[in-house]
């Protein structure tokens, strides 16, 4: 059946919808998943949508990008979506045929801003609303998580509960909590165009703490530590201490191996631009970088000069006293 002739049969009143947003790790990736904390927050402005309608005698396949593919021949890099919605549908009982799931995302992939984690959010409350069933937060992030386990081997659950939550969080070993913020501040997000593996990412730093055992360890247990005393500057206000944790962090970050030429340009520009702090985001090894703003103007003439230093984009996102 030609691609036309699905998108006729899907009915977008009668779908069955889901959605997540991306995220963005203000302090903590890589070091919380060795259980150290992290602090995340929801970047609301990029949305991942999944709508799910019923179809005649067809495996379940999938419309995205243009094209419609079934769930046995996704490839590779959508392996984990196909893990979220066989999860989704075990969990509801559902059999797996005679549907058709119509992803849209404005999350760009592997950039470390939760993009797998968001669409395993979307097509799992996708199923959810299909079955007119229910879901606790800890069921969802369990079906979540094995997808991205699927995604990247060994994941902390950072990005499964950023990219659900409402606001800053704090994210340690599964558990987490609201953060508060004391005064308002703004976060530029900076795309180096480069696309990182998460599992790569993981692996090299994996690698270093194997083969550097005791600067391997210092460095996780101070990435800890950076990501504690940011608790306390958010909670403040402090825009610049706040700034020179991320610096550290970025330091650490690249000693471990995750940095990038690309994330170094935009950090340097971020910096130079006035930016109290700036750092890679994610995984690293290429995709995003953020820096710390005091006020819009400042991030308008922030995010001016990542551009300048061939950022592909960004995304200037409000971080809200709470
Ligand atoms: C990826 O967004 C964050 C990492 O810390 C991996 C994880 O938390 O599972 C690099």
């Known amino acids: 059946m030609a691609t036309g002739e699905f998108y006729a049969l899907a009915n977008e009143q009668g779908a069955a919808f889901g959605e997540a947003h991306a995220k963005s790790i203000l302090m903590g990736e890589h070091s919380v998943v060795y259980g150290q904390p992290a602090i995340a927050l929801p970047v609301t402005s990029l949305r991942t949508m999944a709508w799910i309608d019923r179809v005649e005698d067809s495996p379940v396949l999938f419309s995205m990008d243009g094209e419609v593919i079934s769930i046995d021949e996704l490839p590779n890099r959508f392996a984990s979506i196909a893990a979220a919605t066989r999860a989704a549908l075990r969990k509801f009982g559902l059999p797996e045929q005679d549907l058709l799931i119509r992803l849209r995302s404005g999350i760009p992939p592997a950039a470390g801003l939760g993009g797998s984690a968001a669409v395993a959010h979307a097509v799992i409350d996708a199923v959810r609303d299909l079955a007119d069933g229910a879901l606790t937060e800890a069921e969802r992030f369990e079906l979540v998580q094995e997808a991205e386990r ?26 987490f909590h609201p953060l508060r913020v004391g005064k308002k501040m703004w976060l530029v997000i ?28 210092q460095l996780l247990d101070d ?89 592909v984009a960004t995304w200037t996102v409000e971080v809200n006293p709470s």
């Open 150 to 175: 699927v995604a990247h081997g060994n994941p902390s659950g950072l990005d499964a509960t950023a990219t659900r939550a409402a606001g800053p969080v704090y994210f340690q070993r599964g558990k």
């Open 223 to 311: 990435l800890g530590d950076l990501t504690d005393a940011a608790v306390r500057h958010l909670a403040k206000g402090d825009i610049t201490r706040l700034g020179q944790r991320m610096n550290a962090a970025q330091s650490a970050l690249d000693e471990l191996g995750v940095g990038h030429e690309t994330i170094s340009d935009l950090v340097t520009a971020a910096r130079l631009a006035g930016a109290s702090g700036a750092k890679l985001t994610g995984a690293g090894c290429g995709g995003c970088v953020i820096a710390l703003a005091d006020s819009v103007d400042h991030a308008d003439l922030i995010a001016h000069a990542m551009m300048g230093a061939n950022a």
């Open 190 to 217: 900076g795309d180096t165009g480069v696309r990182g593996s998460t599992s790569i990412a993981v692996a090299r730093v994996r690698g270093f703490v194997d083969s550097h055992r005791v600067r391997g360890q």
